[in-house]
């Protein structure tokens, strides 16, 4: 597993055009995926902060953070853009960050109020997958992907 900067050294062109759709709407937004206690899928949009070498985000009290506390397992995508239908998604495994040092940092670089209620989780990568179109409608899209070794 590795952090969001262990990955960018190791595919920089990649994350660069990742953290772009991830930021394309101002702040980080993305679907998380996580897995029930059925084993059963369970999706969810989420605001992402990519900032002191993480992917980070806070989460309330919900079913997702629940669901991630008994399965680390994620998958993460970021929203589709307006005019093309390209895809950036994360896979790996999330741990909550209990440094508070590190919560004041995020906490500043969100733009929303963080309550005392939320958890922070990192996002650590385990694969990433970037599918570019050169319009709408085409078929196949242009694949990028990267495996941590």
């Keep these: 597993m590795h952090r969001w900067d262990d990955f960018a050294r190791e595919a920089g062109e990649l994350a660069e055009r990742g ?3 991830l930021y394309q709407f101002g702040p980080g937004l993305a679907f998380l995926a996580t897995v029930d206690r059925a084993g059963a899928p369970r999706l969810h949009p989420i605001v992402v902060a990519q900032e002191r070498g993480g992917l980070y985000a806070f989460l309330v009290p919900s079913p997702k953070r629940r669901d991630l506390e008994r399965d680390p397992r994620y998958a993460l995508h970021a929203f589709p853009p307006e ?3 390209d895809e950036f998604a994360l896979r790996g495994e999330a741990r909550r960050v209990d440094d508070p040092a ?3 940092a995020l ?6 109020d963080v309550g005392d209620d939320q958890d922070l989780y990192e ?7 970037l599918a570019e179109y050169e319009h709408r409608g085409q078929w196949p899209p ?8």
Aim: hydrophobic share 55%.
């Design 123 to 129: 996002f650590l990568i385990d694969s990433a997958l």
């Design 107 to 112: 906490a500043a670089a969100v733009a929303f």
């Design 102 to 104: 590190i919560r004041e």
């Design 142 to 149: 242009a694949y990028t992907t990267w495996t941590s070794a």
């Design 83 to 85: 005019e093309v239908d």
């Design 19 to 21: 953290r772009r759709l």
